[in-house]
């Protein structure tokens, strides 16, 4: 899914030559093979995030009160988030 966006495969062309030796083999084979590295560590980070996240909805289903609780936890995260951008958005004295 990755390889079917544009941006992706101009993000691989753009950083990764940084990081190609010609002197050690074949800069195309080089490229294929950090591009593998990077699709596993994003396929790693994309299933650790899926148990992680089944492991919480378990944990929240198990616990009504706080499934009770979440439309309005959600509310007020939104409204601290919308206050937190108004008030820092237009600061330029990072």
Request: aromatic share 12%; charged share 10%.
């Amino acid at each position: 899914m990755g390889l079917a966006n544009p941006k992706t495969v101009i993000f691989f062309i753009a950083f990764l030559p940084q990081f190609i030796h010609p002197g050690q083999g074949s800069p195309a084979e080089q490229m294929l093979i950090l591009g593998g590295i990077c699709w596993i560590i994003g396929t790693a980070w994309d299933l650790g995030f899926a148990c992680a996240s089944g492991m919480a909805g378990n944990w929240l289903h198990a616990r009504p009160r706080i499934r009770a609780a979440q439309p309005r936890i959600e509310g007020i995260t939104y409204l601290g988030l919308a206050g937190w951008a108004a008030f820092a958005g237009g600061r330029t004295d990072h």
